[in-house]
């Protein structure tokens, strides 16, 4: 089931919401344009337990 989240982005620094696939397995990261300033971000998703990390940057 798909879970609601929240990056910030590397570039301007706003909140963008996402949606993670928890059944895409413990390590994810894809590529998602800021909705602010249209840079794509690198997300890596890290699930840990119950809960789960999102690290952000800037793709080069
Ligand atoms: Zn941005």
């Known amino acids: 089931m798909p879970i ?4 910030q982005c ?3 620094g706003e909140w963008n919401e ?3 696939d ?3 397995g413990g390590r994810q990261s894809y590529v998602e344009d800021c909705q602010v ?7 890596a ?3 840990m ?3 789960y990390e999102i690290h ?3 793709e080069s």
Do not use: H, M, S, Y
């Open 4 to 7: 609601e989240a929240g990056f």
């Open 10 to 12: 590397a570039g301007c």
């Open 49 to 51: 337990g119950d809960g």
């Open 37 to 43: 300033c249209c840079k794509p971000n690198v997300l």
């Open 56 to 58: 952000t940057e800037l």
């Open 18 to 20: 996402t949606v993670v």
């Open 22 to 24: 928890e059944t895409g």
């Open 45 to 47: 998703i890290r699930w």
